[in-house]
C-alpha cells in the first residue's frame, strides 16, 4: 500500500534552516509529480512547492527564492531544504503524491515551528 513518510521536523529560530524528508513506497514514484504543502493553526491547507517527475518546479509566492524542492527518484524520496524561515513558516508540513487521474496520496504531517 502506499506509504509518505515525512521527516525533519524541527523548531529553529528566524533566519535558520530546516530540510524535510518524504519517503515514499507502494507506488510508481517516477512517474509522479510530488509536492508539499502546510497547514497553519486556524487556517486552510495551502500548496508550497510542487515538482513534476521531469523535474519543473513551482513555488508558493511566501517561499520563492527560501526554499527549494528537490526529488531523488532512485531513492524515492522527496525533499524541501528550506532556508531564511520565518515565524509564519510555522505550520504542519505534508507531502503528497500527484498522480495523474487519482485523488492525491498524502503524509501524515511534520510540525515546523520558528521563532
Known amino acids: 500500500h502506499v506509504q509518505l513518510v515525512e521527516s525533519g521536523e524541527g523548531s529553529v529560530q528566524s533566519g535558520e534552516s530546516l530540510k524535510l524528508s518524504c519517503a515514499a513506497s507502494g507506488y510508481r514514484f517516477s512517474s509522479c509529480s510530488m509536492g508539499w504543502y502546510r497547514q497553519a493553526p486556524g487556517k486552510e491547507r495551502e500548496a508550497v512547492s510542487a515538482?513534476?517527475?521531469?523535474?519543473?518546479?513551482t513555488y508558493a509566492d511566501s517561499v520563492k527564492g527560501r526554499f527549494t524542492i528537490s526529488r531523488d527518484n532512485g531513492g524515492n524520496t522527496l525533499y524541501l531544504q528550506m532556508n531564511s524561515l520565518k515565524p509564519e513558516d510555522t505550520a504542519v508540513y505534508y507531502c503528497?503524491?500527484?498522480?495523474?487521474?487519482?485523488?492525491?496520496?498524502w503524509g501524515q504531517g511534520t510540525q515546523v515551528t520558528v521563532s
Open positions: 515538482i513534476t517527475s521531469g523535474g519543473t518546479t
Open positions: 503528497a503524491a500527484l498522480c495523474t487521474s487519482r485523488p492525491p496520496y
